[in-house]
């Protein structure tokens, strides 16, 4: 029987007692893969050898009695802006092409060393600089919902890859809402922790005081085991916080809102919002109140300018971040054309022209403009105070509330190519999720039915203090359950079939 159908905690508990194998386990999603990918195309590069050497290793070392890791045996996909030793890492670009880390990031040492096996890379668009997944230079994600529509971005891949049962666990990272936005177009669990809660160092940076690793996963209790086991102090990331991961394992068995107090944030909701979207949001407030919340409407009035801080910050960091890339040390490298004896800068040129893509171009000409001289106070400066602003808001809200609740994304997942040539319109996907990175608070995504107009994933977001992601895990698990009393079944499983190569031959 395969066992791709089962949550992680589920698969945990199997190999604990022995019902089944790590190796038979990886095998049967290594299979998934080989079937579906070819149409989701939700990886960059596969270790099925490495992922089963693992897996041999934990069935071996449990045989003999070892005390293992609870998730010890159960399979991960990972992000490709994640190093990982021995294993191609691209961030999704065609100037890093082939280049394989000769070290791990911290969290990809948290997962070997606790026995996950790695299944390969996952998809993602260039430099995490997007929000559909269509920016990879090396083609998009398909949505298992519909492979006509987008998976959601940046991390998409990792979403993809969860939704379509070839990995029961993902790390996804979230500068704007890229494991967030994803989780909800996908019908999946994503969650942003506290800014500092898991480690950078080993990320391929995109904008660093916005940057978070997390979890991608199709259950709530899954999402807080993968965030206990990467989350925690790293002295090699000088923004790591220094104290332990909150209780977010326990705080999702508990999942028991009576008595919270959770605020809806009037500016992440209305005009702009797909009516279907609404709905389902409206409905999953009732739930929260008839299991004993008491809902809030709180103002956030900072919000409005979010959007316009972020894609200034956001740029101005990528411009400083993406310099490294210079064709001198690693990636790729190209000459220019017709130039015999080229110099330094003319090489530099010629390799950034061929090895970025146009979206990465774009915000690298915005970010340096924003950090030139004359204009640095007027748009950096600026954005900056505005974060500060935010993040005020946020405190004011929070002395209010126990948790703000929105919609995640503002429209379900719409098709292909429907929007690469009005980049503002993508880029107002992650309204609803980029304050929380702006003010570095926790935010978790999860499904709470589909929009009436397409059939298609609707998610709700939890976003909680600094430093409480806890209350994120609690306020989640309930929610959950209680939609899956309403469905009898996990959102996922209503989701079409995807058709496999054998089934299409």
Not at 144 to 156: A, H, K, N, T
């Amino acid at each position: 029987m395969s066992t791709i159908r089962l949550s992680a905690a589920e698969i945990a508990e199997k190999l604990a007692a022995g019902e089944v194998s790590s190796a038979e386990v990886t095998q049967d999603h290594l299979d998934r893969i080989a079937a579906v990918d070819g149409d989701v195309n939700a990886f960059l590069a596969l270790d099925g050898e490495g992922a089963l050497e693992t897996a041999r290793d934990v069935d071996a070392r449990r045989a003999a009695g070892e005390t293992l890791h609870p998730l010890a045996g159960v399979p991960i996909a990972v992000k490709d802006v994640v190093a990982t030793e021995g294993i191609v890492t691209t961030a999704g670009s065609r100037i890093l092409e082939g280049w394989v880390p000769p070290y791990d990031a911290f969290l990809t040492r948290r997962l070997r060393a606790a026995g996950l096996p790695i299944l390969g890379k996952t998809n993602m668009d260039e430099f995490a600089m997007g929000s559909s997944t269509e920016h990879s230079a090396y083609g998009p994600t398909h949505n298992p919902w519909d492979l006509d529509r987008i998976p959601g971005g940046s991390g998409g891949g990792s979403a993809a890859a969860v939704g379509a049962y070839e990995a029961p666990l993902a790390i996804g990272t979230d500068t704007g809402g890229s494991i967030r936005q994803p989780a909800a177009v996908t019908g999946t669990v994503g969650v942003k922790p506290t800014y500092g809660g898991v480690s950078r160092y080993g990320l391929i940076a995109l904008a660093s005081s916005l940057d978070q690793a997390g979890p991608v996963t199709r259950s709530v209790l899954d999402a807080a085991l993968l965030h206990e086991l990467i989350g925690g102090h790293d002295p090699l990331d000088s923004t790591s916080i220094d104290a332990p991961v909150p209780p977010v394992v326990e705080a999702a068995r508990r999942a028991d809102v009576s008595g919270l107090r959770i605020g809806i944030v009037r500016e992440l909701g209305g005009e702009g919002y797909q009516a279907g979207v609404r709905a389902r949001f409206d409905e999953a407030v009732t739930l929260l109140t008839k299991a004993g919340a008491e809902i809030v409407e709180v103002s956030c009035p900072s919000f409005e300018y979010a959007l316009s801080t972020y894609y200034l910050i956001l740029p101005a960091e990528a411009s400083s971040n993406l310099a490294k890339f210079d064709a001198m040390r690693y990636g790729l490298r190209v000459g220019p054309h017709g130039v015999a004896d080229p110099s330094a800068e003319q090489v530099m040129a010629a390799t950034r022209e061929a090895g970025f893509g146009d979206e990465v171009k774009r915000r690298i000409i915005i970010g340096t403009y924003a950090l030139s001289s004359g204009y640095y106070d007027a748009y950096y400066g600026s954005a900056q105070k505005v974060r500060t602003l935010i993040a005020q808001d946020f405190a004011r809200a929070f002395e209010q509330v126990d948790v703000l609740i929105s919609p995640t994304s503002p429209t379900t997942a719409f098709r292909l190519g429907s929007k690469l040539d009005d980049p503002m319109s993508m880029y107002l996907q992650d309204v609803a999720t980029i304050p929380a990175n702006l003010a570095g608070i926790p935010g978790l995504s999860l499904p709470v039915g589909v929009a009436e107009e397409d059939g298609l994933p609707v998610g709700l977001q939890v976003l909680a203090p600094a430093m409480a992601d806890d209350r994120l895990y609690n306020v989640g698990a309930a929610l959950e359950r209680l939609l899956l009393e309403q469905w009898g079944a996990p959102l996922l499983s209503k989701a079409p079939e995807l058709a496999t190569k054998e089934a299409t031959k």
